[in-house]
């Protein structure tokens, strides 16, 4: 294997992949030979990365694509599957947050989450399964917010349904196994998930930052590149004996909780 060309001429879909961590993955996939297209219902953030990816091949594609909608969903992927056939990369950036405490939570929100980070995953696997079983191999990658697995105060519904799409991921995996497809999560941070969008937004840098060394013993905020360093590792064949796996990518995120000795150092250094 090339390492300066770790995806050589394999066809590559990214779902909700024309900005931020979709597009970081496409930018860098695109660079080691992969063959990149794009779905996204953004269509002008669409369009311009697309022009990005040309630079590389003239075979990347964008799909203008609602992932909420059923129908969007399967013309884009049979739109796909004419265009390439079965991909050999399958990378899922969608991701919407409602934050909210249970009492607050309104019902609409929550089913839109369902939808969007559940529901669409469901409705992708469905068309593509077939022809990746057919082609016997390919990697499936899930962008995940790490509350998938450890929860969070006040964003239940949201976490109950990044979980749902975790354990569905690891079923995924264990089901199609036999035909050499690898299925794998990428478990990100609150500094690289919908959550941190809504905290930058919402705050202060100063205060942002604060926020991001207090919860993280790598005090700062992550970066869209370092999540796709990851995707292409497990996207190449340097992941061929990894699957069922989630990868955290939070800054050590987990383990700050329980090291209060370790935040106070930082709080002190800082």
Known sequence: MRYDKMLQDKHILITAGASQIGKACALLFAS??????????????????LHQLKEYHEDSRFYHTDLGCSDSVKDTCDRYLSDF?????????????????????EEAPLREMINLNTLSTFRIMKYLAGPMKEKQGGAIIQM???YAVTGA?????????MGG????????????APYGIRVNSILLGISLSAMGDIIAAET????????????????????VEEVAD?????ASDMGSLITAEGFFVNGGQNSIAHNQHYRWNWGAKA
Not at 165 to 176: G, I, P, Q
């Open 230 to 234: 990851t995707a292409l590792f497990l």
């Open 153 to 161: 105060n006040g964003v239940a519904a949201y976490g109950a349904t």
């Open 32 to 49: 080691h030979g992969g063959i990149v297209a794009i779905a996204d219902k953004d269509k002008g953030a669409g369009k311009d990365l």
């Open 144 to 146: 995940i917010s790490d």
């Open 204 to 223: 202060e840098d100063e205060e942002a930052e604060e926020f991001w060394v207090r919860t993280q013993m790598i005090p700062r905020r992550g970066k």
């Open 85 to 105: 056939g079965a991909p050999d990369v399958w990378l899922n950036c969608e991701g919407l947050c409602h934050p909210a405490f249970i009492d607050e939570q």
């Open 165 to 176: 799409l975790f354990a569905m991921t690891n079923s995924f995996a264990m089901d199609y």
